[in-house]
């Protein structure tokens, strides 16, 4: 299920056109990906899950790529949220 949760965000983070809407997918993401470090016993399911949250971000990475703040912007407001 948390691979899943991680695929899904990153689909959505292609399509979503505000940086807060991305901001609020980040945090979902970062708590999901730790959650599976507390929380899952095999260290190959662990792995998995941070393959999925690094494509996660990459996805994230490519839409706000180009942009005047980028992933700057939207990782400070991920803090604030």
């Not at 991680?6 to 730790?34: K, Y």
């Not at 399911?45 to 942009?67: H, P």
């Amino acid at each position: 299920m948390t691979i899943r949760l991680l695929e899904v965000l990153a689909v959505v983070a292609r399509q979503v056109q505000t940086e807060e809407d991305r901001a609020a997918l980040l945090r979902q993401a970062i708590m999901i990906e730790r959650g599976s470090r507390e929380g899952l016993a095999e260290e190959q399911d662990r792995k998995n899950v941070e393959e999925r949250y690094q494509s996660f971000l990459t996805a994230l990475d490519e839409k706000v790529s180009g942009k005047a703040d980028g992933l700057d912007r939207v990782l400070h407001l991920s803090a604030e949220g």
